[in-house]
């Protein structure tokens, strides 16, 4: 299990890719529940204790795996699919794990008037990260350049942005 969530970190660090992790059925099953477990904690921030958690995780899951298996497809690729969607999903995991504290210390500060500045440039900075690291995992999936897998890591964050604002509470 260490040498899995080393390999994970490895791959967010970017020095190593997915063709670096098992082609396994189980391990992307893993990593999707770790994926998904690890999303919780900051839907409950945003969404609050409703129903609309869960349906927000589980859209966020199938629409990583949608996309990317259309992107792969499209290149030519499939037969990276489980390797990517096992890399984007272990190192998500590991991200929104590190943003969780994050998320709480910022609403936290922002139930005391306005948000503070530490918790929101962190997020931010780790929001960044997660693109990077997406760009990266891209790239070596679709054998192509940095720009390319940037380009992709960016289009899929605003579909995601969109797609979740579907479940986003609306302003009284």
């Given at each position: 299990m260490l040498a899995l969530l080393d390999a994970f970190f490895q791959i967010v660090m970017r020095r190593r890719g997915p063709e670096d992790l098992p082609d396994s059925a189980f391990l992307l099953w893993l990593a999707m529940g770790a994926y998904a477990l690890a999303q919780l904690p900051t839907a409950l921030v945003i969404f609050g204790w409703t129903s609309t958690v869960p349906a927000a995780v589980a859209l966020d899951c199938a629409?990583?795996?949608a996309a990317f298996r259309v992107l792969l497809q499209l290149a030519g690729h499939a037969s990276r699919f489980r390797q990517t969607l096992t890399a984007?999903?272990?190192?998500?995991?590991?991200l929104a794990l590190a943003q969780t504290p994050l998320v709480y210390l910022a609403k936290?500060?922002?139930?005391?008037g306005s948000p503070a500045a530490g918790p929101t440039l962190g997020l931010l900075a780790l929001l960044l990260?997660?693109?990077?690291?997406?760009?990266?995992?891209a790239s070596r999936a679709l054998s192509a350049g940095q720009g390319t897998g940037l380009a992709v890591a960016i289009g899929y964050?605003?579909?995601s942005y969109q797609v979740s604002g579907v479940f986003a509470p609306?302003?009284?």
């Amino acid at each position: 299990m260490l040498a899995l969530l080393d390999a994970f970190f490895q791959i967010v660090m970017r020095r190593r890719g997915p063709e670096d992790l098992p082609d396994s059925a189980f391990l992307l099953w893993l990593a999707m529940g770790a994926y998904a477990l690890a999303q919780l904690p900051t839907a409950l921030v945003i969404f609050g204790w409703t129903s609309t958690v869960p349906a927000a995780v589980a859209l966020d899951c199938a629409l990583l795996a949608a996309a990317f298996r259309v992107l792969l497809q499209l290149a030519g690729h499939a037969s990276r699919f489980r390797q990517t969607l096992t890399a984007l999903a272990g190192t998500g995991a590991l991200l929104a794990l590190a943003q969780t504290p994050l998320v709480y210390l910022a609403k936290l500060a922002g139930a005391g008037g306005s948000p503070a500045a530490g918790p929101t440039l962190g997020l931010l900075a780790l929001l960044l990260w997660s693109i990077i690291v997406q760009a990266h995992i891209a790239s070596r999936a679709l054998s192509a350049g940095q720009g390319t897998g940037l380009a992709v890591a960016i289009g899929y964050f605003l579909l995601s942005y969109q797609v979740s604002g579907v479940f986003a509470p609306q302003a009284a």
